[in-house]
């Protein structure tokens, strides 16, 4: 009832001073504090505490002349003071000073009052844990302007931001300390623009300001993630799924939640332009610093990041961005030819850089791609264990794939022994030449298999259409017989 | 005239025992290599994945192999040591009658000829069928032995022998099959001369009327008189084939 009283007592007063502001300026201000601003309106003017520390006695006097104060004289603060005494003070720094200054407004701010505002309530807290919180740390003593400052508040967000505007930390249990200033854009930019504090932050209000306790500064971040969930429920419970969310459950805090890649109060809008792309990339980098190098120097890497080529895939092309598996288990690894077969089967993305789209289609009808394809219908349906099978980065590499043109081909060779060499113990350099390296066979490029197949392609239609013709002519002459 | 009933013996009992350890490789050979080439068609995998997986069907197909490599050998060993010593007559080699014969029965299907080739013990297509499957059984032994062991055969060979010999292998097993599947069958099973089985190379034994009609030169060297005189004017009738079918 009281606080509803006070909101209709509010509403009123800014219905009748539209412009509070601006009356004030009207202000009629005390002989006694006009006298004090002879002296502390000028600038320059300060104090000094036996530690060297000073503090300015300047008063502006517009301002003072704007705050809520101004209808009180110097003297109702500063007790000791009036135009006939100035009494000199000694504090040992300024921290003493400012705890004196606070109990000053306590004087006319009952505990109650205070009370009254939930962004009080910890301070409270920490005031009975023998902590002294300082008024002046948010309220400046001589412009002190009423809770709205004089305007009218027209969203929860510009509430909100009346005191998160202001530079503020929260203390975590283990002495972390958390900013609590947002640097918060309504600019288009910002994919939340049109969202209040109260979405993400739920359980705050105008009204309600509970108190929290954090652990730490990386627990808070965690929780924090948890509102995201509220919106984008498809890609949290994408989340859950990933390799992420499986070393976070198993107790490692520096897994990255949704917060480390889309930040916080500024999260921009999806860019699948060039910019968003590097971006990206720089997200991952975050954690995955040496990843990211080898990256950089790939031939997609180096496409990205020197010729802003946006065909080139980013982390998140094949890794997904918020289902992100293990790459290095087995079920990662049977579907590596399809993710590069994304693009390299897509003449729409290849073929403007003269690459062929058959390699995915040769990869798979050769002994290794089809050994991998029925080991995973085995794992699938046998419960099979498989063995690894060769796939496109066992020869291009992963991070690090070169440019197979401009690659020189005995280095190639030599790389691809190596690899034939892990599962075929004992083979040779002319090993590696089993492989067609993607090519079709014909007449300039592996003749002998051409020729092989070209002959069986002629020769197994021509014999079974002449035996079909020999049978179809002796039932025939059976039949005329007969 | 002898009674076209008579059973005449055609196969000995190593005929016969190789004629069922040919079935056996090739029943098995088909089904683990067809489905290896085939490896996309669901049926090949629902196969593939029955047999326990795919390593599975590459170790029976190459275990099957050696006991084919075995059989072949063993044949060709036979053979050899049967033509060297002078016992038996190289009956299978190609000829020029062969060619003659398989002219004449073209024209003979066409009506130009009043009747069928008269052929020896064994006739132009049984000569075919089984020179394509021994030259082929060859090609199958070689390419499936480098097949299987790429790293020896490369320590000698150039790497492009392996896709090559995969090439071979795939496309020569096809063919054979085709051969077996449209020819050999047609022949042993559907022909209206044999249906519903041709049993000789079951039983070791063939009717003196289809020797008559299928193997005349053999039949009179057997009887001991001139093809001609056995003959007669004319040759079998088809009324004759009619009766007689399917007693091997």
């Known amino acids: ?482 | 005239m002898k009674d076209g009933k008579t059973k005449i013996r055609r196969f000995s009992t190593f005929r016969i025992a190789e004629h069922w350890m040919i079935i056996l490789s090739s029943v098995v050979l088909f089904a683990t290599g067809l489905c290896q080439r085939f490896w996309h068609v669901d049926s090949a995998q629902w196969f593939i994945l029955k047999m326990g997986g795919i390593d599975n069907v590459r170790l029976v197909h190459r275990y099957m192999g050696l006991f084919f490599t075995f059989e072949i050998l063993l044949h060709v060993g036979v053979a050899v040591g049967g033509v060297a010593s002078r016992k038996w007559e190289s009956s299978m080699f190609i000829t020029r009658e062969d060619l003659v014969a398989s002219i004449h029965n073209i024209r003979y299907y066409f009506g130009l000829e009043n009747h069928a080739a008269r052929c020896d013990r064994y006739d132009y297509m049984e000569k075919f069928e089984y020179w394509t499957i021994l030259i082929g059984g060859f090609l199958m032994i070689v390419s499936g032995a480098v097949l299987w062991l790429p790293t020896m055969v490369t320590r000698i060979l150039p790497g492009e022998i392996i896709p090559a010999a995969k090439v071979l292998h795939s496309n020569e097993a096809l063919l054979i099959f085709l051969i077996n599947a449209i020819w050999h069958i047609y022949n042993s099973i559907f022909s209206p001369d044999v249906f519903p089985l041709d049993t000789s190379i079951f039983t070791g034994y063939i009717s003196r009327d289809r020797m008559m009609r299928e193997h005349p030169l053999e039949l009179a060297r057997i009887e001991g008189v001139e093809p001609n005189v056995l003959l007669g004017d004319g040759p079998p009738g088809v009324e004759e084939k009619a009766a007689d079918s399917g007693t091997g």
């Open chain 1, 1 to 482: 009832m009281k606080r509803w009283f006070a909101v209709i007592a509010f509403l009123l007063l800014a219905a009748g001073f539209p412009a509070a502001g601006h009356a004030k300026d009207d202000v009629d201000l005390s002989i006694e504090s006009i006298k004090c601003l002879q002296c502390h309106g000028k600038k320059g003017i300060a104090y000094k505490f036996q530690n060297e520390e000073s503090v300015e006695a300047y008063v502006n006097p517009a301002k003072y002349r704007l705050s809520v104060h101004s209808v009180l004289s110097c003297s109702r603060c500063h007790t000791d003071f009036s135009t006939d005494h100035h009494p000199s003070r000694n504090f040992r720094n300024k921290a003493q000073y400012r705890v004196r200054s606070s109990a000053v407004c306590r004087g006319c701010h009952t505990p109650d009052q205070i009370k009254s505002k939930s962004v009080h309530a910890d301070l409270l807290t920490k005031e009975r844990e023998g902590a002294s919180p300082v008024c002046t740390d948010c309220h400046d003593a001589h412009s002190v302007t009423p809770v709205a400052g004089g305007r009218i508040i027209r969203s929860e967000t510009e509430y909100c931001m009346k005191c998160h505007r202001q530079k503020m930390t929260m203390t975590c249990r283990n002495g972390d300390k958390i900013s609590l200033n947002v640097s918060y854009s309504f600019s288009e930019g910002n994919a939340h623009d049109k969202l209040r504090c109260s979405d993400c932050h739920y359980g705050f209000s105008s009204d309600e300001h509970p108190k929290r306790n954090f652990r730490s500064r990386r627990d808070y971040t965690i929780a924090s993630s948890e509102s995201c969930r509220r919106c984008h429920f498809d890609k949290y419970t994408k989340t859950l799924d990933s390799v992420h969310n499986t070393i976070l459950s198993q107790g490692n805090l520096n897994a990255p939640v949704c917060n480390d890649c889309h930040g916080s109060h500024q999260i921009p809008h999806m860019s699948r332009g060039v910019k968003g792309r590097v971006l990206t990339t720089h997200k991952c980098r975050k954690c995955h610093e040496e990843v990211f190098a080898v990256y950089a120097k790939s031939v997609h890497g180096s496409a990205l990041f020197n010729e802003q080529n946006t065909d080139v895939p980013i982390c998140i092309d094949c890794h997904t961005a918020h289902d992100i598996e293990n790459p290095l288990t087995l079920e990662y690894h049977e579907r590596i030819p399809q993710i590069c077969g994304n693009c390299h089967a897509n003449p729409a993305v290849v073929s403007k850089y003269g690459l062929s789209t058959e390699v995915l289609n040769a990869y798979l009808t050769d002994f290794h791609g089809v050994t991998l394809g029925l080991y995973r219908k085995q794992r699938e349906q046998l419960y099979k264990p498989a063995r690894p099978i060769a796939v496109c980065t066992d020869c291009h590499g992963t991070h690090n794939i070169m440019s197979s043109v401009s690659s020189d081909p005995a280095n190639v060779k030599a790389n691809l022994l190596k690899r034939c060499q892990k599962c075929h113990k004992d083979t040779n350099e002319n090993f590696p030449n089993a492989w067609l390296s993607h090519y079709k066979p014909s007449l300039s490029k592996f003749p002998l298999i051409f020729i092989v197949s070209t002959a069986y392609k002629i020769f197994i239609p021509i014999m079974g259409l002449g035996l079909l013709l020999q049978i179809f002519l002796h039932i025939w002459r059976y039949a005329v017989n007969r």
